[in-house]
Every structure is written in C-alpha cells, then in structure tokens.
C-alpha cells in the first residue's frame, strides 16, 4: 500500500518561504504522479503542482507559476514543493497525492489521484 507523509508545513509572513516535503514509500512508484493539492473550507481541492515520480514533466496550476518549484529528490525519496513569495491566498491544507501516470497524464483534477497524505497546514500572514 502506497503511503504518503506529507511535512514542511506553518506559519509564515507574506513574501516569505515555505518547503513542503512529501515522504513516499510502498507501492509501484514508478507508475505514479506525485501532486500537491491544497484545500481551503467550502472549496474543492485545488491542483498546486505535480510531478512524475522519476521526476520528469513537471506541470503548475496558475496560482503556482513563477512562484512554486515541484521537484525529486531521490535521496531523500521525497517530492518536494518550494513556495516562495508567499501570499495570504496561499493560505491552506496541503495534501501531498499519489495517482496513476496514464489517468493524470492530462487531467489535473483531484479525483484523479488514489493516494492522500494527511496534509499539512500553510498559514501566510499578510
């Protein structure tokens, strides 16, 4: 069973940074995309940034471009997401997901995506 534990998470002020990790283990990882969603009340989950597990291919939702940088880091085995210029739009739970290459190749929403961590809590002050 593919297992997700997303870290990182916080407070932080406007304009700072924040580095979301994404622990994986179990499963056939080699056949997964690994994505960050986030989640605020009475809205749906909203793709962030996602990324092959081999680390190819990365692709932004809007409010990430310019911003965010998804990445691998094989050492660590983790997926990794660096926020940077933060705003208090940012402001969410950050689920760290797991879905098939084939099904979220083109498709970016969060039904999608089998696997969820337990997410972790991103506070930006403005």
């Known amino acids: 069973q593919l297992r997700l534990v997303e870290s990182g998470g916080g407070l932080a002020q406007a304009g700072d940074s924040l580095r979301l990790s994404c622990a994986a283990s179990g499963g056939t990882l080699d056949l997964m995309r690994i994505a960050w969603f986030r989640q605020v009340p009475d809205k749906e989950r909203e793709h962030v940034a996602s990324i092959t597990w081999s680390g190819h291919s990365p692709y932004y939702g809007d409010s990430a471009k310019g911003r965010f940088t998804i990445s691998r880091d094989n050492a660590k085995n983790t997926v990794d997401l660096q926020m940077n210029s933060l705003k208090g739009e940012d402001t969410a739970i950050y689920y760290c997901?797991?879905?098939?290459?084939?099904?979220?190749?083109?498709?970016?929403?969060?039904?999608?995506?089998?696997?969820w961590g337990q997410g972790t809590q991103v506070t930006v002050s403005s």
């Open positions: 997901g797991a879905g098939n290459l084939l099904a979220t190749a083109v498709d970016t929403s969060w039904r999608k995506y089998t696997f």
